[in-house]
């Protein structure tokens, strides 16, 4: 699948998938959204190609998904249990950049603890296991996800980022 990260000239974004058939999904950010979506969506790609994750967002946008099946009213119903796991961890390297810290492994797992048992105590929903990843594996998302970013900060107004996404 190919993604398309579009660096309108007015300051939106638009993220564009076109799956191996040819069809497509898209949605466009204004505003504040326009500076964290394109981030928070880079930070997917590199959390699901690293570490192998075939049914994260991307993965289920390949499957067929729209970008809109992921939020209300949920038209494909339940997000499925290894989406939210991708969600959770990228969820984590979104708070380790606004925080300018950087997690251990044992601490990706005490804050997935955390997070699991809150969730499940407001009666939603929670990942039912988070295969944690281990220090090797936090270095390598961080890599990826920083050469990502630099390279979607470079990008000129009118200029896009574009990559493929696909598990082998």
Excluded: N
């Amino acid at each position: 699948m190919q993604i398309r990260l579009k660096h309108h000239a007015d300051g939106a974004v638009s993220l564009t998938c076109t799956r191996a058939d040819g069809s497509t999904t898209w949605q466009r950010f204004t505003g504040p959204t326009a500076m964290v979506m394109p981030v928070h969506d880079l930070t997917h790609y590199a959390v699901e190609s690293t570490l192998g994750y075939a049914r994260g967002f991307y993965g289920l946008v390949a499957e067929g998904w729209a970008i809109q099946d992921f939020a209300k009213p949920w038209p494909r119903g339940p997000i499925p249990d290894e989406a939210r796991e991708v969600e959770l961890l990228v969820g984590f390297f979104d708070a380790e950049r606004r925080e300018g810290v950087t997690w251990s492994a044992e601490e990706f797992g005490a804050h997935a603890a955390v997070f699991i048992a809150a969730t499940e105590a407001r009666g939603k929903t929670a990942p039912s296991a988070v295969r944690l990843p281990s220090a090797e594996q936090l270095v390598a998302v961080r890599a990826v996800c920083a050469d990502l970013l630099a390279r979607w900060f470079a990008t000129e107004p009118g200029g896009e980022l574009v990559l493929e996404f696909g598990l082998v």
